[in-house]
């Protein structure tokens, strides 16, 4: 098997770099974040993969597919195709479930189809996305949705005063005149002064509100809203979108089928007293133990099959799922797992697999069952690319790929290549890392009080009363499925939703035209002295306002609208995408205009401004890990993990308040881990309280208090397995964390 080579690669930051990657071996990309990995394994070597896979299909097919763009690379030899199996959201909609993504669901039909009671068949009538299986009451989701009508209408008010609160519909507007203009209503009057006919009328288009609408523009509001927020699948929508349509939308259990989503046809076929979704509310433990039963019956190799994927599944860390789950509603790690799951199921061979952070989520029992799953991969004949920063992981690697010495410009070299062992002797940040932990807290600070949670039974949780200490840095840990995140992001902070900021990885609300120095604040500062030092206005620094290029408008890119398909965008040729006029450009701080001020990473700018107040902001940035940024880089164009620590940045000058955060150290390199810790220190010594969730154990060892929900993950969990210091957690705690901890503490 020859080597993949690459030669003279220079994408992003790479610094005109070489070297090979051994075939079906697992190979693992470490260094600091913004050393370079993605560059390599994500921009360059699944990029091109792609893009020559791509290039083989007809130009029509061509048009439709993701464009990658080619990597600035002298050239790659020996590529397979390759699978990326990231973090991004499995998406789909109500109708997209553990079960349909796996494909077990699809297997568990077959068997019912052939060994199911009274017989049905055929094995279509068994899915409940198709007319002859669903429920019809519920069309097959397991639940009715119904636009609540208070939440869209202000009764208070009349047409004129916008009694519809949807800002599309303030008073003057497009779809306000298709209801004023109409002809039907009286616009001075109230909503709750109208007859019944006349709300009829408003909501449902006729006046007994079932009829022929009267007037086919004026469709009723709560129809249009039904068709806008129901039957269309928002999981592709901002999460400010989605979060405002839930809002808008009651949900229950649909009282047909109970949640089951079939229709009684499909129900009343069992195989051992159960029925097909009898299976699909299970935890896919307990799916095993009842297919295991059922595995010499005349069907028997298929249940094998079948089982075999309730293993994979639970091999890699899910066994708390059950079938029925909808895929939007899983975590990130998760839906990696899930993706990872499918192609473990696949006979394909001789493929490049790219594994982005796979331990994200993951306690390290859940890391050393994952690993095997990626050794199994490779001895399939596989090629197994990974970038990780969890110890765990590097450890199985054959082959260590090390990008660093730093990051941005002070990366993008290879520092070391090797296998594990060359890597503890190798004299680089991830050489000396792997070899250094951290130890025990010994002096936890005193809580200054605590916020309670009492009777908590969301999702898994077995009523549980814990107390969230104040003042003082606590971790929360557990396996996968054990109740951290419903305890935390949702229990603890919805009850306490005014006290508390929560940090996640989410994505940013602000416009799309966001940078560091606009989202922390300090743009406004740059600008200030660009003005001051060349005697203009501070307008003029800004592209979406005096400074704009004429040609563009600021955008830095120029649209050509096509009908029926995705614009063509091309770089703006009058100001080559840096959305400046020239005279914006012609001004300069320290031999620097506005756009190469802009183009500094955190830690170059650091040398070039003395402002006060930049250079806080710019502090702050070192702090939490972003040095490597430039101050102009859009907001994006951030990973997860950046975004959370970002947002960190943004909210570190505060005082007194409670900072809630999900796995942290995400995409942080383990040196990186230790600068992250030295802040979270100064953050409580400033007098503010930390709530993470972590699985991380260095985090773990510096806690002041964790809190250990277990014992298992899903129905095994739930409760509170452990709570004290570290030391004491260390010394008489018998639950999986303290095991782990234990083990890293030897
Ligand atoms: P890592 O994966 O090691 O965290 P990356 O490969 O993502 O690092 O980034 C390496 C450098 O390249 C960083 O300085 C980053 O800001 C820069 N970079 C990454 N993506 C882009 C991009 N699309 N355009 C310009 N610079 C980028
Ligand atoms: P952790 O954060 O410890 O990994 P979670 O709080 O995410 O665990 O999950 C705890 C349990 O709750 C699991 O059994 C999980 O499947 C279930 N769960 C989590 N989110 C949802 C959801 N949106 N709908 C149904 N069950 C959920
Ligand atoms: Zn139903
Ligand atoms: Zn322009």
């Known amino acids: 098997m020859a080597d993949i080579i690459v030669q003279g690669l220079t994408q992003n930051n790479l610094k005109h770099v070489t070297f090979q990657i051994p075939k079906e071996k697992i190979t693992v990309f470490t260094g600091v974040s913004g050393s370079g990995k993605s560059s390599i394994v994500f921009d360059t070597i699944a990029a091109e993969s792609q893009r020559q896979m791509n290039a083989a299909y007809p130009a029509f097919v061509r048009s439709r597919l993701p464009k990658y763009p080619k990597p600035a690379v002298e050239r790659i030899d020996n590529l397979t195709a390759s699978v990326v199996v990231d973090q991004s959201p499995l998406g789909g909609n109500a109708r997209s479930t553990v079960g349909t993504i796996s494909g077990l669901y699809a297997s568990l039909r077959l068997l019912f189809s052939r060994a199911g009671q009274p017989y049905v068949g055929p094995a279509s009538s068994f899915s409940f996305n198709d007319p002859n299986g669903m429920c019809k009451t519920c069309s097959g989701l397991g639940k009715i949705t119904k636009v609540k009508v208070e939440a869209i209408l202000d009764v208070d008010k009349s047409w004129n005063q916008g009694c519809v609160k949807d800002s599309l519909y303030r008073p003057g507007s497009w779809y306000w005149k298709q209801y004023a203009q109409s002809g039907l209503f009286d616009l001075d009057k109230p909503v709750k002064a109208y007859s019944s006919e006349e709300y009829n009328l408003l909501l449902y288009g006729s006046r007994d509100g079932c009829g022929e609408p009267e007037n086919p523009k004026v469709t009723g509001l709560f129809h249009k809203y039904t068709k806008t927020l129901l039957n269309r699948d928002i999981s592709s929508k901002s999460r400010h979108t989605q979060i405002k349509s839930q809002n808008l939308i009651d949900e229950m259990e649909c009282t047909d089928c109970h949640g089951k989503r079939l229709n009684e046809a499909a129900l009343s076929c069992k195989i051992q007293g159960y029925s097909i979704a009898d299976l699909c509310e299970m935890e896919l433990t307990r799916l095993r133990e009842v297919l295991e039963k059922m595995r010499d019956s005349k069907v028997g190799v298929l249940v094998e099959t079948i089982i075999e994927g309730v293993d994979r599944m639970i091999e890699i860390g899910l066994p708390y799922l059950h079938l029925n789950r909808e895929t939007p509603s899983l975590s990130g790690g998760e839906a990696q797992r899930l993706k990872l799951v499918r192609y473990m199921g696949s006979s394909l061979t001789g493929m490049t697999y790219i594994f982005d952070e796979p331990s ?175 005697g203009k206005q501070e307008s003029l620094f800004s592209f979406n306002s005096a400074g704009a290029c004429p040609v563009c408008g600021g955008k830095g890119v120029i649209l050509t609208e096509l009908a029926f398909m995705d614009p063509i965008v091309t770089e703006c040729e009058a100001c080559q995408g840096v959305r400046y006029n020239e005279e914006a450009l012609a001004c300069t701080y320290k031999g620097r205009n506005i756009v190469e001020l802009l183009g500094l990473t955190a830690s170059q700018a650091m040398e070039v401004f003395d402002e006060p107040k930049i250079k806080r902001r710019l502090n702050v940035m070192r702090q939490v890990g972003l040095s490597y940024l430039t101050l102009g880089q859009p907001l994006s164009t951030l990973s997860g993990g950046e975004r959370q620590r970002i947002k960190l940045a943004k909210n570190l000058g505060k005082k007194g308040s409670i900072i809630v955060m999900d796995e942290p150290t995400t995409g942080l390199h383990m040196s990186d881990i230790e600068n992250l810790l030295k802040l979270f220190d100064t953050i409580v010594s400033r007098g503010n309280t930390l709530v993470v969730i972590e699985h991380n154990l260095d985090v773990m060892k510096q806690a002041d208090w964790i809190i250990d929900i277990g014992p298992d993950g899903g129905n095994k969990g739930g409760q509170v397995v452990f709570t004290g210091t570290p030391m004491e957690m260390v010394s008489t705690a018998e639950t999986l964390t303290a095991d782990s901890l234990r083990g890293s503490c030897s």
Request: proline letters at 5%; glycine letters at 8%.
């Open 360 to 534: 994200t989520g993951m306690h390290p029992r859940d890391v050393y069952r994952m690993n095997n799953l990626l050794r199994k991969l490779r001895d399939k004949g596989n090629t197994v690319l990974v970038v990780e920063h969890d110890r765990d992981v590097i450890s199985i690697a054959d082959y260590v790929i090390d990008v660093g010495p730093e990051a941005g410009q002070n990366g993008g070299q290879i520092v070391f290549a090797g296998n594990y062992e060359e890597l503890l002797q190798s004299d680089t940040l991830t050489g000396k890392a792997m070899l250094r932990t951290l130890p025990l807290k010994q002096k936890p600070r005193k809580p200054a009080g605590s916020l309670p949670i009492r009777d908590a039974c969301l999702h898994n949780l077995k009523h549980i009363d814990v107390d969230i200490p104040l003042g003082i840095m606590t971790v929360v840990t557990g396996v996968a499925g054990s109740g951290k995140s419903t305890l935390i992001s949702k229990v603890f902070a919805s009850q306490y939703e005014k006290d508390i900021v929560m940090v996640d990885q989410g994505p940013i609300t602000a416009t799309n035209r966001s940078t560091p120095a606009s989202y922390l604040g300090f743009f406004d500062e740059i600008r200030k002295l660009l003005a001051r030092e060349n």
